[in-house]
């Protein structure tokens, strides 16, 4: 007999979380490519070639891609004239129960990173104050949405070639050189299946959930080179897929242009869609349910899926 977890909590606290909070309260987050704008640019420039692929955990629903969703992951990939920025947000499923589209917060936060890119001076060297200024401005609207999600940003600064990454959660991004791992994120979780999270709650109980501030987002700066390949990707890919599963894939990518990148691309999510799927593979998410103690008989984790893949290129002279 397969057993699984159902409806584990990945929004609420317990109540001795909540009780915590309270003394402490009274004692004081396919696109396809956009050619990068040519002001401000050198023909020599680096660039990114990149594509959107995912899948819901339920059937597909009409329009979702155009949408910039996967079931409840969000994405959005920008060009500006000084560096080209992509973002994934996962809907914490949580609120599903409480009546609540789980997605349409993370869609919302992305639609605000999407759009804070835009802002006169922006050079893509700090994902991170790019996150603070967009969750600012959806927890500042009139009515703002209820929800909460994890978030990973990535921008790559032209000039430099560098790539500068902001993670909240368990969403999280690879740069693979060679076809090997050469930097990957570090998951933030306050238990098992339980990840960091940026939340706008009901105004009545925010003390019961995970509020977490787009400032504890871990920052880093990584070098690019031409031909290097970065990846973004919701828990959704990394709970079901091995890393070393996932190198031979790209390793099998043997041209960098939009049409091999989206194949690649493509292969890696539906992998990643029949392996949670299958009730007896050892899936990395059964894996850490291990080390957590959390009864599991193994198996993937059906899950949304998204991923953004991109390769470093320069233009030709």
């Not at 409480?98 to 060297?125: H, I, N, P, W, Y």
């Not at 019961?208 to 990707?233: F, I, N, Q, W």
């Amino acid at each position: 007999m397969i057993t699984r977890l159902k409806n584990w909590p990945r929004l609420l606290k317990t109540p001795l979380q909540i009780a915590r909070h309270s003394i402490q309260q009274f004692s004081h987050l396919a696109g396809h490519y956009e050619r990068p704008p040519q002001s401000g640019k050198s023909s020599r420039d680096p660039y990114l070639v990149t594509v959107v692929q995912g899948r819901s955990k339920k059937p597909r629903f009409p329009g979702e891609r155009a949408n910039q969703r996967f079931g409840e992951d969000s994405w959005f990939v920008r060009s500006t004239p000084l560096a080209e920025v992509m973002g994934v947000a996962d809907g914490v499923g949580g609120w599903r129960d409480v009546g609540v589209d789980a997605g349409r917060f993370a869609k919302e936060l992305m639609t605000c990173c999407s759009g804070q890119t835009q802002r006169s001076g922006f050079d893509g060297r700090s994902p991170r104050n790019l996150l603070i200024a967009s969750f600012q401005e959806l927890t500042h609207r009139e009515h703002p949405v209820v929800g909460s999600s994890t978030a990973c940003l990535a921008t790559m600064h032209r000039k430099d070639c560098t790539l500068y990454t902001a993670n909240l959660g368990d969403s999280g991004f690879l740069v693979v050189r060679n076809g090997r791992v050469l930097h990957r994120s570090v998951e933030q979780t306050h238990d098992f299946n339980t990840p960091y999270q940026l939340t706008v709650p009901p105004e009545d109980r925010k003390e019961c959930y995970y509020c977490d501030k787009p400032e504890m987002a871990v920052s880093t700066r990584h070098s690019l080179l031409p031909g290097d390949l970065v990846l973004l990707a919701t828990d959704g890919l990394f709970d079901n897929m091995p890393e070393s599963m996932l190198l031979k894939i790209l390793n099998g990518l043997k041209e960098r242009g939009e049409r091999d990148l989206l194949q690649c691309a493509s292969q890696v999510v539906e992998k990643a869609r029949e392996l949670s799927l299958n009730a007896t593979f050892q899936s990395p998410f059964a894996i850490k349910a291990r080390q957590h103690n959390v009864s599991y008989s193994g198996g993937g984790k059906p899950d949304d899926i998204t991923l953004i893949l991109a390769s470093v290129e320069v233009q030709s002279a």
